[in-house]
């Protein structure tokens, strides 16, 4: 059973940067893709940014040019470099990884809170 967990999440204040991790037990070259999602109250789950296996990177209008994704291998880690981070950033922020077959993990999530 494939486990994704996330760490990071936290308060802060606007325009601060916090930056995700995501653990993956099993070898990130197993992936076609790794990403990040996020929920914030009353909304629907948001696609963030994908980092797919030759480290192509896509990222939403939403974060683009303030967020980053990248990997590290050796760890079997995906990162989420969030910076000038506003209230409305404010959700419950979900790691994901997929194979090649379309199969979908997901971590359990963590809470990023941007307040004054």
């Known amino acids: 059973q494939v486990q994704l967990v996330e760490s990071g999440g936290g308060l802060v204040q606007p325009g601060e940067s916090l930056t995700l991790s995501c653990r993956v037990s099993r070898s990130l070259s197993t992936f076609f893709s790794a990403g990040w999602y996020r929920q914030a109250p009353g909304k629907q789950r948001e696609l963030l940014a994908t980092?797919?296996?030759?480290?192509?990177?896509n990222y939403s209008d939403s974060v683009k040019g303030r967020f980053t994704v990248s990997r590290d291998n050796a760890k079997n880690t995906v990162y989420l470099q969030m910076n000038n981070l506003k209230p409305e950033d404010t959700a419950v922020y979900y790691c994901?990884?997929?194979?090649?077959?379309?199969?979908?993990?997901w971590g359990p999530g963590t809470q990023v809170t941007v307040s004054s």
């Open positions: 994901t990884a997929s194979t090649e077959n379309w199969v979908h993990y």
């Open positions: 980092i797919i296996s030759d480290d192509i990177t």
